[in-house]
């Protein structure tokens, strides 16, 4: 393996830690944000209610009003009756007040309508409120949770930002370590990762075979190898290929007590 790539590995595993913890924040504040959508709505339904509530009282107020003044009129009318000299004068208040009378049912009548929708309100506004307080407790539990994540997360991140600096200096030093950090972060910026492990002749990144003649010279291990003097890449995908030979085929290599632990192991291990 070139000397550069397992350093390369471990900044792969970096970043990719990194993109996770940034990822965890940005779900957070999504969850975070449809909590607060979620409480926004059952605060906006809980008014809507105490609107239409109101407008239901107030409806009945001038009914019931309607009423008093159509009651008084009725009354005048039927003294009235009592005083009415002439066949004619009786008939139009006999008139009058069978009006009033069916005008005093007929608002009595909507008055009952109005309280029977005003009972369905209040027991829509009840389950409403619950609702409310139910979302604005879970809005309050989400806020303290992500608050806690969050600061969780960024921490790490201050963490890993650190140890990523320390090794991409580490890597500038080497006498290749400029280009292959080049070669590493412009591989990275198109495709997200930069170095794939090449397994059983194929790059597990894109899944294509790897030609013999290349293979061949992947795995070779010995200084002189090509695999050894430069990065060697998929010629698929283009991503930096590594190869791990304590992970390749282990169907074929039953695993002995001693296994050799696989070079990613080694270099997850070594920078903890
Ligand atoms: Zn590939």
Not at 93 to 110: G, N, P, V
Not at 166 to 173: D, T
Not at 182 to 211: E, F, P
Not at 230 to 253: F, I, V, W
């Amino acid at each position: 393996m070139h000397p550069d790539l397992a350093k390369l590995i471990e900044l792969q595993a970096l970043d990719h830690e990194l993109r996770s913890e940034h990822d965890q924040i940005a779900a957070h504040t999504k969850s975070l944000a449809g909590a607060d959508t979620h409480a926004s709505s059952a605060a906006a339904q809980l008014s809507r209610l105490r609107d239409s509530i109101a407008k239901e009282e107030a409806l009945r107020r001038r009914e019931e009003s309607d009423i008093a003044d159509l009651r008084q009129k009725l009354d005048r009318a039927q003294k009235k009756i009592d005083f009415a000299t002439t066949t004619a004068q009786v008939t139009a208040l006999e008139h009058e007040i069978a009006f009033l009378k069916s005008e005093i049912s007929r608002l009595e009548d909507q008055e009952l309508e109005s309280m029977e929708r005003s009972e369905t309100l209040e027991a829509d506004h009840a389950t409403a409120q619950q609702a409310n307080a139910d979302a604005v407790a879970a809005l309050e539990r989400e806020r303290a949770r992500s608050a806690h994540e969050t600061a969780a997360a960024r921490s790490k991140i201050i963490g890993l930002e650190s140890r990523r600096t320390a090794l991409r200096a580490e890597i500038v030093q080497a006498p290749t370590g400029d280009t292959s950090l080049a070669t590493y972060d412009r591989i990275a910026r198109g495709k997200g990762n930069a170095v794939a492990q090449a397994l059983d002749h194929k790059c597990t990144a894109c899944q294509m075979m790897v030609r013999p003649q290349r293979w061949n010279d992947l795995i070779d291990n010995t200084p002189e190898s090509p695999a050894s003097q430069s990065l060697m890449t998929c010629e698929n995908c283009g991503r930096l290929l590594y190869y791990d030979p304590a992970r390749d085929a282990p169907q074929r290599k039953p695993a002995a007590p001693d296994h050799p632990e696989s070079i990613a192991a080694q270099i997850v291990r070594n920078s903890m």
